[in-house]
């Protein structure tokens, strides 16, 4: 089973900058697909954006032009830029690994990380 884990989660204030990451090692059967969910309080988890193996992204209207995925498969690490982040980004962030491309839905998910919590404020 593929093992997931987040770090570089923390505090930003509103139009600052966070970088994740998500070290991907071990197990790769599942790593054909890799994505970011968020899940804010009292609110459904929802997908961001996702890679597959060769680089092809897809991401969600809400992260258009703030946020970009990439993955290094040579260090097995996925990551997540985020950019201009705003109070509704406040959530905990997600590394995700599913079998097939896009994975966007939860459905498409077959490992989940513990998540790491990104909170914007003043």
């Known amino acids: 089973q593929a093992q997931l884990q987040e770090s570089g989660g923390g505090w930003v204030q509103p139009g600052g900058s966070l970088k994740l990451s998500c070290d991907t090692s071990?197990?790769?059967?599942?790593?054909?697909?890799l994505a970011w969910f968020r899940q804010a309080p009292n609110q459904e988890r929802e997908g961001l954006l996702s890679?597959?193996?060769?680089?092809?992204?897809v991401f969600t209207d809400s992260v258009k032009g703030r946020f970009t995925i990439s993955r290094d498969n040579a260090r097995h690490t996925l990551y997540l830029e985020m950019n201009n982040l705003k109070s509704d980004d406040t959530a905990m962030y997600y590394c995700?690994?599913?079998?097939?491309?896009?994975?966007?839905?939860?459905?498409?998910?077959?490992?989940w990380g513990q998540g790491t919590q990104v909170t914007v404020s003043p």
């Open positions: 995700a690994a599913g079998p097939r491309w896009p994975c966007l839905s939860k459905t498409d998910i077959a490992t």
């Open positions: 071990g197990e790769t059967v599942n790593g054909a697909c």
């Open positions: 890679i597959n193996y060769f680089g092809a992204k």
